[in-house]
Nanobody, 121 residues
Framework: QVQLVESGGGLVQFGGSLRLSCAASGGIFSINAMGWYRQAPGKQRELVAAIPSSGSTNYADSVKGRFTISRDNAKNMVYLQMNSLKPEDTAVYYC???????????????WGQGTQVTVSS
């Protein structure tokens, strides 16, 4: 059973930093893209940052220059370093992974349970 478990959320003041981590486990053969999404109250879930198995990263305009996504392929982990946090960054942050469980099998998208990030003004 594939599981994605996030950690590192919490309460931080305006201008502060947090680092989110996400560990993927459970019968994984390979992971393609990994990413972080967020959903604020009353808003749709939106992409924050994505990182492929190789190649360039992708960021939402609102976080460019402040957030950095990285991954450790050997550990099946993805990270999100968040600096210069603003109140508008307050949301539940979700980890996502597109992965294969079999060498020639299809890819599926999996989600973590989410971790709350709250930025006070």
């Amino acid at each position: 059973q594939v599981q994605l478990v996030e950690s590192g959320g919490g309460l931080v003041q305006f201008g502060g930093s947090l680092r989110l981590s996400c560990a993927a486990s459970g019968g994984i053969f390979s992971i393609n893209a990994m990413g972080w999404y967020r959903q604020a109250p009353g808003k749709q879930r939106e992409l924050v940052a994505a990182i492929p198995s190789s190649g360039s990263t992708n960021y939402a305009d609102s976080v460019k220059g402040r957030f950095t996504i990285s991954r450790d392929n050997a550990k099946n982990m993805v990270y999100l370093q968040m600096n210069s946090l603003k109140p508008e960054d307050t949301a539940v942050y979700y980890c996502n992974a597109n992965l294969r469980k079999q060498p020639m099998g299809p890819s599926f998208s999996y989600w973590g349970q989410g971790t709350q990030v709250t930025v006070s003004s």
